[in-house]
């Protein structure tokens, strides 16, 4: 059967810049905040013109009993739109979309490598399951995600700057290293979300040690649910759509 | 008031005009959690090809001014695997079927119309993709030799009696000059239009934004391009047309339906709103009972042209 999706107007309960990278953007919706899982995505209608045409989509960064919060950077012209919307407005969005992290591991120690937009999802799925690894990676310190918004977090939460202005300087993978070396690598699994370079890197450092995990890989996408075939991602089992058979892949299935 | 909104293409009854364009309403039953299929007039398949195809790298998409581009490259498992898994699927539903094919060749062409012949319980007709921008062979720029396309739509009427309707794009030429032709080979209808090929350009890499230096654009941004086609074709050759090209809205819908479209494939806009299909077929029953018109067959074709509208009209 055809799993229930959601496509529904939402009233903005708080649309507010956190910090020099991120905008918070928060909504009621009682289908939405109980269906959600870490990884997944929505597909949000920035305004109701034509122009710009598409959805965006984006990742959940929170839900509570009937709210659903959303993290983002401003990247582009859509996005500086939803930047502008006030509390009260309202906003077209549909989800659940693609599947999701897994969740629980077993014995398995979960260690997460999140950089620029695939902050947000990780931070969720931390806050969901026991995490033993937060490693956050990001340009400077002015970008890093707020504390407070941390506060669920019970992993250890280890940042890297490419500046050095806060935390390791360097990659965020220096971090992933300094914690693989000398362990037994059969006691973790690594799931990771951010720009391709980083992903690809961690995946070359779990392969390194002979460490599972997943990484949830995105392409520019229009449909958001598996129609348009724009997202394909490649996988030893062939294409792949990322917004329907992904995002989340596991790193011995992805073909890079 | 009751809207009768029967659509008839000469042997073919569809209870609506409202369809799909092939390739933007998945291969199945991706749309199916958001809207009933089951409440269309037609479903236009995504372009089905002997072999399968892996399509183009990525990135295949881009947004644009209202629309977007497309590399697709007619990504599809081929004929096998359709008729294994998704006909199966068509069939069950119960919806009538218009299967879009493309070959590489008209022997392709024939083969494929020579299967879907075997299906006439499930398949109601047949779109004839002559005009894809994302391929080589059998794309648009190897059917801008006439021939080709006249041996395609020749090799599909000799295996089939079903109805053929051929997909055609300003891409190729002459749009009328070819309509002509290819129902002077037997094409039941013409399809109309295909994506119009576009580019845009990333200002740091200095490159096309999608992996191929040319996409399809689809969208509202190329509907005043597609309306004047539909209504030129309709005008000239008064034959069956199934129209798509930016149809977003029922205001959209209902002026393609006072320049004679027979079919309405809703396309791009199923990206930005599964349910549009069904919002459009809401509206244009509106704007019918709000003008007393029982029969969606009054209002087709009534344009009006610019030179009869004489005096009391303001524009």
Request: proline letters at 5%; aromatic letters at 6%; a positive charge.
């Amino acid at each position: 059967m055809t799993e229930k999706k959601y496509d529904e107007d939402v009233s903005l309960l708080e649309n507010k810049k956190v910090n020099e990278k991120y905008f918070k953007l928060a909504f009621r919706s009682k289908s939405l905040s109980q269906n959600i899982k870490p990884g997944q995505f929505l597909q949000v209608r920035v305004n109701q013109g034509q122009d710009p045409f598409l959805r965006r989509p984006f990742s959940y960064f929170r839900v509570s009993p009937g709210k659903v919060e959303i993290l983002y950077e401003v990247l582009g012209r859509g996005t500086r739109i939803l930047s502008g919307k006030k509390k009260g407005d309202v906003l077209r969005v549909m989800g659940p979309l693609g599947n999701s992290f897994t969740g629980k591991l077993g014995k398995k120690k979960r260690i997460l490598v999140a950089g620029g937009v695939g902050v947000p999802p990780l931070v969720f799925l931390a806050g969901k399951y026991p995490t033993e690894y937060l490693l956050i990676g990001t340009k400077s310190k002015a970008e890093l995600m707020p504390k407070s918004e941390l506060k669920k977090v019970r992993a250890k939460v280890l940042c890297s700057t490419e500046d050095g202005s806060y935390g390791t300087k360097g990659r965020v993978t220096l971090l992933l290293e300094k914690i693989l070396k000398g362990r037994h690598p059969g006691e973790f699994f690594i799931q990771t979300c951010g720009p391709k370079p980083m992903m690809e890197s961690v995946i070359t450092i779990a392969a390194k040690y002979g460490i599972e995990g997943e990484a949830s890989w995105d392409e520019s996408m229009a449909c958001g649910v598996g129609a348009c075939l724009g997202c394909m991602v490649k996988t030893k089992d062939g294409l792949k759509r990322a917004c329907a058979d992904g995002p989340v892949f596991k790193f011995k299935d992805l073909k890079l | 008031m009751k809207i009768d909104l029967t659509t008839k293409i000469k042997n073919l009854v569809l209870k609506n005009p409202i369809t799909v364009a092939s390739g933007t309403f998945g291969t199945t039953d991706e749309y199916a959690g958001y809207v009933d299929p089951k409440k269309l007039g037609a479903i236009i398949t995504k372009t089905i090809t002997v072999k399968p195809r892996a399509g183009n790298p990525m990135p295949r998409i881009c947004e644009t001014s209202a629309g977007m581009l497309n590399a697709i490259g007619l990504q599809n498992k081929g004929l096998e695997d359709f008729i294994e898994h998704k006909i199966p699927y068509f069939k069950k539903l119960g919806v009538p079927l218009i299967v879009s094919i493309a070959g590489e060749s008209a022997e392709e062409f024939g083969k494929l119309a020579k299967t879907f012949d075997g299906m006439k319980d499930v398949v109601k007709a047949l779109e004839v993709n002559l005009s894809c921008p994302n391929v080589e062979t059998g794309g648009v720029n190897f059917m801008k030799k006439q021939e080709r396309i006249l041996d395609a739509v020749k090799a599909v009427r000799d295996q089939t009696g079903l109805l053929a309707f051929a997909k055609i794009s300003p891409e190729l030429g002459d749009v009328l000059e070819i309509a002509g032709k290819v129902i002077g080979q037997g094409m039941d209808g013409i399809s109309l239009i295909n994506t119009l090929r576009g580019m845009a350009v990333d200002l740091r890499t200095r490159s096309s934004r999608i992996a191929k230096d040319f996409g399809g654009l689809s969208g509202p941004a190329i509907k005043p391009v597609a309306l004047r086609y539909v209504y030129q074709v309709k005008k000239e050759l008064q034959v069956p047309v199934i129209a798509s090209g930016g149809i977003s809205n029922a205001q959209d819908a209902l002026e393609f339906l006072i320049v004679g479209a027979d079919l309405l494939a809703i396309g791009t806009a199923n990206f930005v709103e599964p349910q549009a299909t069904l919002q459009i077929l809401k509206g244009v029953e509106t704007f019918c009972r709000k003008e007393k018109i029982r029969y969606l067959g009054d209002l087709r074709g009534s344009y009006r042209p610019a030179a009869e509208k004489g005096e009391g009209c303001n524009r």
